[in-house]
Each structure stands twice: as C-alpha cells, then as structure tokens.
C-alpha cells in the first residue's frame, strides 16, 4: 500500500519556522521526483516547491523562494520541507506528492499524495 504522510505543521507566528516531514512507503521512493503543494482556504492547490528524485536539483514557487528549503533523504524515504519567515499568506494545508512527470507544476500528472498537515501562521 502507498502511503505519504506529512507531520510538522502547526500554529506558528509570523516570522517563525517550521520544517515538515513527509514518509513514504509502498513505493519506490528514490525514483520519483518529488513536491510540496499547499491549498489555502478558499483557494485552489498551489505548487511550492520541487525536488528531484536524486536530490540534485531543487525548484520553487516565487513566492517561498529564499525563504523555503526542499530536501530529502531517500536512505529514509523521507521528503522534507525547512520554512523560514513565514507568514500569513503560508497558511495552507501542506500536501508531499509524487510524481515520474517531467512537469512538476502539472498537479494533474502526480501519482501519490498524502493527506496533507496544516500550517497555520498567525500572532
């Protein structure tokens, strides 16, 4: 059985951190590139960031760049996400996925999601 599950998220105040974990299972791990996409209430879902399946390359949205740090470590089937400076347009729930797409801003075209872990930035 696939299984993504995200943990870390949680309230937060603005200009705080976080770092959320995601654990694969049930797959391939090493062989897929890799995504956070976050959905903000009312709003549609939004591509954060990418990895690829080797670690070698990182891509993000404008709006986290230099603020938003991608890594995994596939010894550990694990996808993490390191948020600095956050703010209250961050507020979302935060989804690991995975894809064999050569598109990662095709959310359409991932194969595995998790069920998500919200952030909540707030004073």
């Known amino acids: 059985e696939v299984q993504l599950v995200e943990s870390g998220g949680g309230l937060v105040q603005p200009g705080g951190s976080l770092r959320l974990s995601c654990a694969a299972s049930?797959?391939?791990?090493?062989?897929?590139?890799m995504s956070w996409i976050r959905q903000a209430p009312g709003k549609g879902p939004e591509w954060v960031s990418g990895i690829s399946s080797g670690g070698g390359a990182t891509y993000y949205a404008d709006s986290v760049k230099g603020r938003f740090t991608i890594s995994r470590d596939n010894a550990k089937n694990t996808l993490y996400l390191r948020m600095y400076d956050l703010e209250p347009e961050d507020t979302a729930v935060y989804y690991c996925?995975?894809?064999?797409?050569?598109?990662?801003?095709?959310?359409?075209?991932?194969?595995?999601w998790g069920q998500g872990t919200q952030v909540t930035v707030s004073s």
């Open positions: 049930g797959f391939t791990f090493e062989t897929y590139d």
């Open positions: 996925a995975a894809t064999r797409s050569s598109c990662l801003v095709c959310l359409n075209e991932y194969d595995y």
